[in-house]
């Protein structure tokens, strides 16, 4: 099974107020990434752990935050969400230097 | 940093007809290419990847050859099919240069195939 799952699928969020989204995956890989796309452009890596080491983006660091608590789950939480956060989100995992293998993503929208 | 250039945007063609999508690359050091595909409504697929000079990757009848020194990697197709309308990217990844070879991706390029 190389499925990699998302929840909630579409999330609406009020300004200001904190989201919370959900991934998962049961092929054992070490590594989970959580990447930003917007509409025309490529998507963006925000973070990823590798095994149980949190990597954040320069660019994205005081943005978001997560946390794996197990291999097999990992969450992305925007703290205060503002209109420049809506965006699809997309969660992916892979063994370390392998191909990843992405979710269907879970479209946030900040109004 | 490193970089992923798709030219085109949006291509359509006609069913049959050959495809090029253009994928140029800037890396500081010896990356891995990959191209994946997105359908509507899903995350974007793994269709290969070419991890050295003159490589070529290939899957569903899409290849690419990897040319170190025109930095390209670009995808073809001899004979498309409706099917194959999805939005195609193109990305890199560096073990050498990054933690785990996390991707850097294209801006995609979307194929529209009509029957």
């Known amino acids: 099974d190389t499925t990699v799952k998302q929840n909630p699928r579409y999330k609406l969020a009020r300004v200001g107020k904190p989201v919370n989204l959900i991934c998962s995956q049961t092929?054992?890989?070490?590594?989970m990434y959580w990447y930003q796309k917007k509409p025309n452009q490529a998507p963006k890596l925000l973070l990823f752990?590798?095994?149980?080491?949190?990597?954040r983006e320069a660019d994205t660091f005081e943005k978001f935050q997560s946390s794996r608590p197990n291999n097999s789950f990992c969450s992305l939480y925007i703290g205060s969400a503002g209109l420049e956060y809506s965006a699809m989100y997309l969660c992916?995992?892979?063994?370390?230097?392998?191909?990843?293998?992405f979710g269907p993503g879970t479209r946030l929208t900040v109004l | 940093g490193d970089s992923v250039t798709q030219t085109e945007g949006q291509v359509a063609l006609s069913e049959e007809d050959f495809l090029t999508i253009h994928c140029n690359y800037s890396?500081?050091?010896?990356?891995?290419l990959f191209w994946y595909v997105q359908y509507p409504g899903e995350g974007p697929q793994f269709l290969f990847r070419?991890?050295?000079?003159?490589e070529k990757g290939s899957s569903r009848g899409f290849e690419a050859t990897y040319n170190k020194e025109a930095t390209s990697f670009h995808l073809q197709k001899a004979s498309v099919q409706e099917s194959d309308s999805a939005v195609y990217y193109c990305?890199?990844?560096?073990?050498?240069?990054?933690?785990?070879?996390?991707?850097?991706f294209g801006s995609g390029t979307r194929l529209q195939v009509y029957a």
């Open positions: 890396a500081s050091g010896y990356p891995a």
């Open positions: 992916a995992s892979s063994r370390k230097g392998y191909e990843q293998y």
């Open positions: 752990y590798y095994d149980k080491i949190l990597n």
């Open positions: 990305a890199l990844s560096d073990l050498g240069t990054q933690v785990v070879g996390q991707l850097t």
């Open positions: 070419a991890s050295r000079d003159k």
């Open positions: 092929m054992n890989h070490d590594t």
